[in-house]
């Protein structure tokens, strides 16, 4: 299974996430600060990254770009509370796979996270 990993501003929500993807066989670690994620990519082969638009410091585009700068493997989907066709288009160019809006639907998080895992 997969190593992924969640940045979410909102502990909860990367908590959800997480359980949910762990019960499909997934080790799954979860972060609230832009900068601790972006070390753990660094350091550790992340096959996917799932990553919040509205975050802390940064936004998830600005992460996207620094994560793909630093691990251009990671296959990432974008998630957000507050879906425009704008931040859609923007992450899908940079470079993201997919595109979740909250709330989490366990389905299509678990349907997407296996598309992006089936695509090389």
Same mark, same amino acid.
């Given at each position: 299974m997969a190593e992924i990993m969640v940045l979410d501003d909102v502990m909860d929500a990367g908590e959800l996430v997480r359980r949910i993807l762990e019960r499909k066989g997934h080790t799954v670690t979860a972060f609230t600060e832009e900068e601790e994620a972006l070390a753990y990519v660094r350091e550790t082969q992340v096959e996917v990254a799932i990553l919040d638009m509205k975050?802390?410091?940064?936004?998830?585009?600005?992460v996207l770009e620094e994560l793909l700068r630093a691990s251009p493997a990671?296959? $990432? =989907?974008?998630?957000t509370g507050y879906p425009t066709l704008e931040t859609a288009r923007e992450s899908l160019q940079l470079g993201a796979r997919q595109y979740l809006v909250k709330p989490i639907d366990k389905d299509e998080l678990e349907?997407?996270?296996?598309? $992006? =895992?089936?695509?090389?």
């Open positions: 975050l802390k410091k940064m936004s998830g585009i600005e990671t296959r $990432v =989907l974008m998630l349907e997407k996270v296996a598309e $992006v =895992l089936a695509s090389a």
